[in-house]
């Protein structure tokens, strides 16, 4: 299973627009569009597990949390981000974390 958290990012949204526009003039069917979303579901899904090796520790009030569906989310405020060398503070944050086992990437 490949969650589809990340199709809110920048590049998500760029990605669904641009094959939207695709769509619209006629260059390609929804169904294929359907099919490179999943495909991009599945690419950074595999992608952020294999390939980002760092660590980083944070803290900060927790504000709300939630478990619904096998995914927790959590609002944070006031949090210190550290890795090794940096700091990084920000006043609010929401972490959305998925049950990660289980979900190996299929083809």
């Not at 969650?3 to 069917?29: A, F, K, M, V």
């Not at 927790?62 to 700091?87: A, G, H, M, P, S």
């Not at 006043?91 to 299929?106: R, T, W, Y």
Request: include cysteine; charged fraction near 25%.
């Amino acid at each position: 299973m490949s969650y589809q958290l990340y199709r809110n990012t920048t590049l998500g949204h760029t990605l669904q627009e641009s094959l939207d526009e695709l769509i619209q003039c006629g260059q390609i069917t929804p169904q294929l569009a359907l099919k490179v979303l999943l495909q991009f579901d599945k690419a950074i899904n595999t992608a952020l597990a294999s390939r980002l090796k760092n660590k980083i520790t944070f803290k900060g009030r927790l504000n709300t949390y939630r478990f619904c569906d096998n995914v927790w989310t959590f609002v944070l405020n006031n949090v210190e981000f550290r890795d090794i060398q940096e700091l990084a503070k920000v006043e609010k944050v929401k972490i959305v974390a998925c049950d990660g086992k289980g979900a190996a990437p299929h083809d």
